[in-house]
């Protein structure tokens, strides 16, 4: 495509989203007018939907609002719609009720999860982030009550923004603001029912026993994971390349950590997609000396995460996994700040350098990524020394 027709092709993005969130917005005016303050809208819900169709971190953060209002609500039945993908994150969670999904966001699919969800007769229903998809379902569910991020002012393709928290079916405004961590928003998305959050709370992932007990007979069997080890679980890619820190750095911070444990450091090294060839030539670079654990199954990830002892990656989705587990992590970030989306974990080591160009919109780098390069490797290595080591040390305590 020619430069030209690139930027026509913006152009028309940009249009077809600042027509999506006024219409959202008009669209949201309409339901509150019709609506009004219900007489009996104080009252407790009997049954709740949380909408979470965005990313794999957004749906982890979810997980201490469920936790939150089945401790404030413990009547309430509580269901919640992820993307299909994201499913096993939530489905033992044994505080929800019913997980529903939704396969793809093509119009005929969103019609008929909307029109699904007007068929449960939902007494409340919270958007849980800001998006066109979830304030879109949420205002046409049906529910009694809606509240969350449910109309965007602003049309910026990235997180860091000011959001306000409105509602239909009752009264109040609450502000996200955008310096405050991701779980902050999704316990504000609720705070019509439960009151304003200020600080986040842990985010955890349930397994099913089995399941679990499966998948890491068969990791051990594979020698993916070893026993009397450090299992170090590295994700060298990054959906988003402007989050990725140099393969080459990669290499050489493991390199020489490998020449002090030998034996005794097992890195296993995670990808999905496109990043597979680089997890390749990771290990390639390594003499064969890490295990290639590559496109497998999010539950499987999960068994993984949950039974290493230690983590290095960027800011991605299986950094919310390790979070998860409260695995001991080195976390490298560049365009977004941790203060937003880091671990939050004591044993977590998050590594930022603030620039003049970061938090940015993610979707070009003119500086070629500048602000995750500006981690050294010297900052990644010693970091890790620190992890593995408190790693070493547990390992030496008598059980």
Not at 287 to 310: I, M, N, P, W, Y
Request: charged share 25%; hydrophobic share 40%; aromatic share 6%.
């Amino acid at each position: 495509m020619s430069e030209d027709g690139a930027h026509l092709g913006t152009r028309v993005k940009n249009l077809a989203k600042i027509m999506a969130y006024w219409g959202l917005r008009l669209l949201f005016l309409a339901r509150k007018r019709l609506a009004g303050r219900r007489p009996d809208a104080t009252g407790e819900p009997r049954t709740i939907l949380l909408i979470e169709t965005a990313f794999l971190g957004d749906v982890v953060s979810l997980t201490p609002l469920i936790r939150e209002l089945a401790a404030r609500l413990p009547r309430a039945k509580l269901t919640a719609l992820v993307q299909a993908r994201n499913r096993p994150i939530l489905e033992n969670d044994p505080r929800l009720d019913r997980v529903e999904q939704i396969e793809s966001f093509s119009p005929v699919c969103l019609g008929r999860v909307a029109a699904r969800l007007r068929a449960r007769r939902f007494d409340a229903v919270i958007c849980v982030s800001p998006g066109v998809k979830n304030s879109l379902l949420a205002l046409l569910s049906g529910g009694d009550q809606i509240m969350g991020y449910l109309a965007n002012f602003s049309t910026k393709p990235y997180y860091y923004q000011d959001h306000w928290v409105d509602a239909v079916g009752r009264e109040g405004r609450w502000l996200y603001r955008k310096d405050q961590h991701i779980i902050v928003r999704a316990l504000l998305a609720a705070a019509p029912l439960l009151g304003p959050a200020e600080l986040p709370r842990p985010p955890e992932i349930r397994l099913d026993p089995e399941r679990e007990k499966f998948i890491l007979t068969s990791l051990r069997r594979e020698g993916i994971l070893k026993d009397g080890v450090i299992n170090l679980v590295v994700h060298a890619g990054a959906s988003n390349q402007v989050r990725r820190w140099p393969m080459e750095n990669l290499v050489e911070v493991l390199s020489s950590l490998l020449a002090e444990y030998g034996d005794g450091l097992n890195p296993i090294v995670i990808g999905i997609g496109g990043e597979i060839e680089i997890c390749e030539e990771v290990v390639r670079r390594l003499g064969g000396r890490a295990r290639l654990f590559l496109d497998r199954s999010l539950t499987e990830l999960c068994v993984l995460l949950k039974h290493s002892q230690g983590f290095l990656g960027g800011d991605s989705g299986p950094k919310f996994l390790a979070g998860a587990f409260s695995l001991p992590s080195v976390v490298i970030h560049g365009p977004q700040r941790p203060e937003t989306v880091g671990p939050i974990h004591s044993t977590a080591i998050s590594l930022y350098h603030q620039l003049d160009c970061n938090p940015c919109p993610q979707t070009a780098c003119p500086h070629q990524g500048k602000c995750v390069r500006a981690v050294t490797r010297a900052e990644v290595a010693e970091a890790l020394r620190r992890v593995l080591a408190a790693c070493a040390q547990a390992r030496r305590r008598p059980s």
